[in-house]
């Protein structure tokens, strides 16, 4: 798909899937960060649950169908009080609930809006590799794979707002899909899960004793426990070292 093509599907997913949140709801204020927690919660979901969907969109839509709805209180902050993703005071009488089709619509914006670009600019050294550590390959097949993602998200909104009946197969994924995603849930946000995990890493990142970010996941996954995909993706957004002496250091 040229750089026109996928600005023009870019364009088509954005609209339709914000006709799906209306703009007064407690879903429209926190979208970003209600997208961001799914994320987080299906990446460590199917990377440690290898019989499940491994599209992420669809083991949402699974989850969804099982009656599962993500708690609201995990955008709270320790005062049970909620912000807006500008970081804004939400008023206490506005109802702190979503939908399934809110979920699957704020998370569709989330992978085409911010996700889609998550591995940095096409920029690239003499090795062809971007300032993050990403070549021009990878770099395509992340995107590509967000587009998908967001239209599978989508497609499945629309599909839960129509009433559409899930099929059998659906019914009998989303039975497993309940009992893994509620283990998942727990290893996310237990003392040594998944929030914790990234949290170290980006910490060992901001030290700057490695050159790229491939090289800092490659080196630190296995003493984290996480897959060197995993530790990739959270390092994918991270800020440069400042100071940074991996890539300030002369060759002997």
């Given at each position: 798909m040229n750089t026109l093509g996928q600005n023009a599907y870019s364009s088509f997913l954005i609209e339709q899937l914000q006709q799906l949140i209306s703009k007064d709801s407690f879903t429209w204020q926190v979208q970003r960060q209600l997208a961001a927690e799914l994320d987080g919660l299906f990446s460590d979901y199917q990377t440690d649950i290898t019989y499940t969907i491994t599209q992420p969109s669809q083991s949402l839509y699974n989850s969804i169908i099982s009656g599962w709805l993500l708690d609201t209180e995990w955008l709270a902050n320790e005062n049970n009080e909620y912000f807006s993703d500008e970081h804004l005071p939400i008023e206490p009488?506005?109802?702190?609930?979503?939908?399934?089709?809110?979920?699957?619509?704020?998370?569709?914006?989330?992978?085409?809006?911010?996700?889609?670009?998550?591995?940095?600019?096409?920029?690239?050294?003499?090795?062809?590799?971007?300032?993050?550590?990403?070549?021009?390959?990878?770099?395509?097949?992340?995107?590509?794979?967000?587009?998908?993602?967001?239209?599978?998200?989508?497609?499945?909104?629309?599909?839960?707002?129509?009433?559409?009946?899930?099929?059998?197969?659906?019914?009998?994924?989303?039975?497993?899909?309940?009992?893994?995603?509620?283990?998942?849930?727990?290893?996310?946000?237990?003392?040594?899960?998944?929030r914790a995990k990234k949290e170290e890493i980006l910490l060992i990142w901001s030290t700057g004793k490695y050159q790229d970010k491939g090289r800092c996941a490659e080196q630190e996954c296995d003493a984290l426990g996480i897959a060197f995909g995993t530790a990739r993706k959270h390092l994918r957004n991270a800020l440069n070292p400042n100071p940074w002496p991996a890539r300030t250091k002369k060759a002997p």
């Amino acid at each position: 798909m040229n750089t026109l093509g996928q600005n023009a599907y870019s364009s088509f997913l954005i609209e339709q899937l914000q006709q799906l949140i209306s703009k007064d709801s407690f879903t429209w204020q926190v979208q970003r960060q209600l997208a961001a927690e799914l994320d987080g919660l299906f990446s460590d979901y199917q990377t440690d649950i290898t019989y499940t969907i491994t599209q992420p969109s669809q083991s949402l839509y699974n989850s969804i169908i099982s009656g599962w709805l993500l708690d609201t209180e995990w955008l709270a902050n320790e005062n049970n009080e909620y912000f807006s993703d500008e970081h804004l005071p939400i008023e206490p009488t506005l109802s702190t609930s979503w939908t399934g089709v809110e979920l699957l619509a704020a998370y569709g914006l989330y992978l085409v809006i911010e996700d889609v670009s998550a591995l940095g600019a096409e920029s690239f050294n003499e090795e062809g590799l971007n300032e993050q550590g990403w070549s021009k390959d990878e770099i395509i097949e992340w995107q590509t794979g967000r587009y998908f993602e967001a239209g599978t998200a989508l497609a499945l909104a629309l599909k839960l707002k129509a009433g559409i009946t899930p099929t059998q197969a659906e019914l009998e994924q989303a039975t497993r899909s309940k009992i893994a995603l509620q283990a998942a849930e727990k290893r996310h946000n237990a003392p040594n899960g998944s929030r914790a995990k990234k949290e170290e890493i980006l910490l060992i990142w901001s030290t700057g004793k490695y050159q790229d970010k491939g090289r800092c996941a490659e080196q630190e996954c296995d003493a984290l426990g996480i897959a060197f995909g995993t530790a990739r993706k959270h390092l994918r957004n991270a800020l440069n070292p400042n100071p940074w002496p991996a890539r300030t250091k002369k060759a002997p």
